[in-house]
């Protein structure tokens, strides 16, 4: 009686083993299933904010070290996706948008309106924001970083800039001088704002300054009584 007995706490015992060990090996594969879905979110995400930047950047000009960096980035994303679901239609969509990315070609002609320099201006930011992370995670020295996120700042006050003095080009085309003046004033006060070095802003501030003297010349004033003793001060000190 007691062996039986024995006999049955044995059994018991090792049921509830193997029903601890099927519930271990079922949790983990769940949580594993789970932390997958999980990374694939995030690959998903990132590589295709990444991608749309990229062609932002290639069609803004950017500097090729940047762009290439990026796409460093970009093919590591593509490459964890093709190593979790090589055979998933995520895979497909980004492979796609790669290939699109690696299409766009320098095009400032695509930013002529609100709408896309605002969705520039977003991707832009991006990268920005990625470029540090980058640089947290060791990709590249804290200096490279900061001249990245100097010249994506640039090319940023550039692009409205660009855009604005584009729309004052069509408009006197289509004989609205005012209206074109009003688009020159506001790429002028742009670069002015930005934290950019003067040698860097000079250039372009002079171009637009000569597009605004066109169309509204500066004023000449009249001699009078203050032009004439100027004029005899001058003179004196001469």
Known sequence: MLGDN?????????????????????????????????????????????LHALAILKEAGCRQDIVDKLNQHAMALIEEISLLAPESELMTEVSQLKESSDRSRPDKARFNSDRAVKRAQIYINFAEKLIIQMAKGGKMTGQLARTYQQELYWLNVSLVADAHQNQANNLLEAGDKQTALTHLRHAKAVLVRATAPQRQKQPRLDELQAQIDKLQPKRTWGGGALAESLDDYLNEQN
């Open 6 to 50: 024995l006999y049955l706490v044995i059994m018991l015992a090792g049921v509830g083993i193997l029903a601890l060990a099927v519930n271990y090996v079922i949790t983990s594969r769940e949580q594993m299933s789970e932390a997958k879905r999980d990374r694939l979110t995030w690959l998903s995400t990132q590589a295709e904010h990444t």
